[in-house]
């Protein structure tokens, strides 16, 4: 079961990379809707792995460091635009997921 929950977290990075890199990713037409995606892909990202694991704090920085390096990769390829607002809104999600995650063990404890 463990091993199934690593790989859905596993998927679940993949599918941020893809849906960043991605010349046209899905679109919902709401006001701030492309960073409450960023805030929630990501806060469910570090959720997910400070469940999972008690390096939480690894963790936290190489999310925050896949956020901020797939910003510059959307600036790079042309199609896309960089934006140090959605490197904001996931380094945001990132510290709230890792804060339920905290939250998740000390309830379990």
């Known amino acids: 079961m463990r091993s199934a929950a690593i790989a859905a977290g596993?998927?679940?990075?993949a599918a941020i990379v893809w849906l960043s890199l991605t010349p046209s990713p899905p679109q919902v037409d709401f006001s701030y809707s492309d960073k409450l995606g960023h805030f929630a892909a990501y806060g469910l990202l570090m959720l997910w792995f400070g469940a999972l694991y008690r390096s939480r704090?690894?963790?936290?920085?190489?999310?925050i460091a896949m956020g901020i390096g797939?910003?510059?990769?959307?600036g790079a390829l042309g199609y896309r635009s960089s934006e140090v607002l959605d490197m904001v809104a996931n380094t945001i999600g990132v510290f709230m997921g890792w804060i339920a995650a905290l939250l998740l063990a000390r309830r379990a404890n």
């Open 57 to 63: 704090a690894a963790y936290a920085a190489a999310f």
């Open 10 to 13: 596993w998927a679940w990075a």
């Open 70 to 74: 797939l910003e510059f990769a959307q």
